[in-house]
């Protein structure tokens, strides 16, 4: 394994907010990526470590830059990642990719606009955002339902197996390439995040599982947020999360936007134009190094589960 040039990929650790990654290139490398390699290349105790893995490939769509491909902690691959799509950006740039700027990225939905701004900061065209519930898709067959502004809210019983037992809980459906379900909770820092989270995420009426956001409104322009994520569990910043919520959140008449989104890794800022959402916050380069990939997933004990 060792002796296979192929099997020695170059990486760099880079975060968003605290939504952190390993970020790969496929342009220079041959990057061939499985679950079971994602799983121990995000392993926080035997791994390097992350929330997700993203790899920069060469686009298949002609007016893309290039191909923006994200990789959960638990292997699996989903659409988009807005936290991550800063730090690609960066990662572009600074490993002489291209000097472009904005950047046009495609994603397995479409394509995405990014631009590095002068003070560091990077701002996300996140696309269009889609409030029905098929699209994420939702089987709210049976469901009660309310209105809320313009927004059509969901009840979806939970059996929680702890002393909260069953709790029934108030959903926005949201669609940013990824699917999210969103709550306006009191107080973020004090919601069962962990308990109810989980419940959400992985409930079968959400066929592509679905990450659970909890959102609290401080006043029209302000907001805390904490984000369940599928296949990462709860992170400490999610982008698309952050969106869906402040997108929800301006359909239920409570925010206006912009809106600035404090998240347990930092700040984001969420402006809409129109049914398109536009978010900037930081990106952050850690180091780079190499590693033996198929060492790596050799060398986690079988006895360990290679999620993190």
Known sequence: MGDN?????????MHGAGNDFVVLDGVRQPIDMTAERARALAHRQFGIGCDQILLVDTPSHPEADFRYRIFNADGSEVEHCGNGARCFV????????????PLRAEISTGLITLEALPNGEVVVDMGQTRFVPEALPFDVTGLATRTEGQDTLYALPLQTRTDLGEVTVWLSAIAIANPHAVQVVDDVDTAPVSIVGPLIESHPRFARRVNAG??????RHT?????YERGAGETLACGSGACAAIAAGIRRGLLDSPVRVRTHGGWLTIATHGDQMRMTGPATTVFSSTIDIDRLVASIPTSFSTTP
Do not use: C, G
Request: glycine share 0%.
């Open 90 to 101: 960066k990662f572009v740039h600074e490993q002489k990719l291209s000097s472009r700027n």
């Open 214 to 219: 909890f959102l609290q409104i401080v006043d």
């Open 223 to 227: 907001a805390h947020l904490r984000v």
């Open 5 to 13: 040039p192929y099997m020695i990929w170059n990486f760099t650790k």
